[in-house]
């Protein structure tokens, strides 16, 4: 497929909202099939194909053995089996400083189904949500089903991509109902401080609106700063954490996400708004009920040697993906990612002689190099790229070598 048809139809489709995977499978179709070189994508977030990354025995072993019991054959509660709902609730109250309970707990098939299932709580005719930008565009997706307006407030990346609060104050008004927070962040790699999180939470305070907390990189933080839940301030604003298994455990086609209500202001507990969430559930289809049954068992005898090894090769990983952009001329890293798996870097176009925007470049570094990078189109930001360091460390280095090929034989001549 000609890159021009295949560049048509990306923006084509950005304005009905092309999914992350939607660009990506544009981008592979665009690989030219008498290429000898192997395919590197450093675009799509699943560690999980690189050998580098793999779950932990207890999560397997938890996992067979729940099926071999033949008692997690039928159906699960539309909110998730008790013990799975008990045990996430034990698994974050560690990091809080109040108690959850398995009532504040509703598991969900990823963390995409709790993103959601967010919206759908909280969606009314005339409601507005505030997305960072960049940011991660199934947001932007689900409010469209939603008919939430979308409002778009920035990330500062000279601060460690800060959320800019003077922006945040300046687009909410009275039909504002969400603050979404991505902590550790996707796509910039950023993990907030304590006291960044307090201003945001007293930020949302002051615009009396609900913080929408995306910490499906929770706890993957290898910079400076701790993770630190945003429910830690549930007692200054209500807070929906949204999370998953995915990214912790390496095992992102197992589905299991939660949808939790860190909320000591009590906003989640009224009545009427837990039957609502209950009945939303009732017409849901939640994670497979044997993978439910093994989270208790994942969540507790997972040894922290297993995290540690994690962040460990994260850690390097990202070293080696900023160390090799340093050698690049035309992309540079605004700030050297702290958490997550993803970071953005910016490309100056001046430098290059025939490359138009950030999709042109990477339609055309896929064609050429067999690398696949995400334009940063796809997150929010023309003309930046957002690069998966969750790489097998030789393939990265490998990929990452090709891109600077790449810029150097499309370099403009001076």
Not at 27 to 46: A, E, P, T
Not at 137 to 166: N, Q, T
Not at 208 to 216: K, P, Q, R, W
Not at 262 to 288: H, N, T, W
């Amino acid at each position: 497929m000609e890159i021009s048809t295949v560049t048509t139809n990306y923006e084509a489709n950005t304005a009905s909202t092309i999914t992350i995977k939607g660009i990506l499978s544009l981008l592979m179709q665009s690989i030219d099939d008498n290429n000898d070189k192997k395919v590197i994508s450093l675009g799509i977030g699943d560690p999980s194909v690189y050998t580098s990354f793999r779950p932990p025995h207890v999560a397997e072993e938890a996992a067979i053995d729940a099926i071999q019991s033949e008692k997690f054959n039928g159906y699960a509660p539309t909110v998730g089996l008790l013990q799975t709902r008990r045990a996430i609730a034990d698994y974050l109250s560690h990091d809080l400083p109040y108690k959850l309970s398995s009532d504040d707990v509703f598991v969900t098939s990823g963390c995409t189904q709790a993103i959601d299932v967010s919206l759908e709580m909280l969606a009314h005719p005339g409601a507005n949500i505030l997305l960072p930008r960049p940011g991660f565009p199934i947001y932007e997706l689900c409010a469209s089903f939603r008919h939430l307006e979308v409002r778009y407030y920035g990330l500062l990346p000279e601060k460690g991509w800060e959320v800019d609060l003077d922006s945040v104050e300046s687009l909410a008004d009275q039909n504002t109902v969400a603050l979404v927070i991505i902590n550790p962040g996707n796509p910039c790699g950023n993990v907030y401080t304590y006291l960044h999180l307090e201003k945001i939470a007293e930020t949302a305070k002051k615009l009396s609106t609900v913080v929408i907390a995306d910490e499906v990189y929770g706890h993957l933080a290898f910079g400076d700063n701790p993770f630190v839940p945003m429910g830690v301030f549930g007692s200054t604003v209500p807070v929906l954490t949204l999370g998953s298994l995915s990214k912790r455990w390496i095992v992102p086609g197992w589905r299991l996400g939660w949808f939790v209500t860190s909320d000591r202001c009590g906003m989640f507990r009224q009545p009427k708004v837990v039957e609502r969430i209950k009945k939303y559930f009732d017409i849901l289809g939640g994670p497979a009920t044997f993978i439910q049954a093994a989270v208790p068992r994942i969540l507790e005898q997972t040894q922290e040697v297993f995290f540690k090894k994690t962040i460990d090769i994260l850690r390097r990983s990202a070293n080696i993906c900023c160390d090799e952009i340093e050698k690049i001329p035309c992309i540079t890293c605004p700030h050297r990612p702290d958490g997550s798996m993803t970071l953005m870097v910016r490309l100056n176009l001046s430098l290059l002689e025939d490359i138009s925007d950030d999709l042109d470049f990477c339609f055309k570094l896929a064609k050429e190099e067999s690398v696949v990078l995400l334009p940063g189109t796809a997150v929010g930001l023309k003309d930046w790229l957002r690069i998966t360091f969750a790489a097998d460390p030789f393939l990265l280095e490998d990929g990452l070598k090709r891109v600077r090929s790449f810029c150097q034989r499309h370099a403009r001549k001076l």
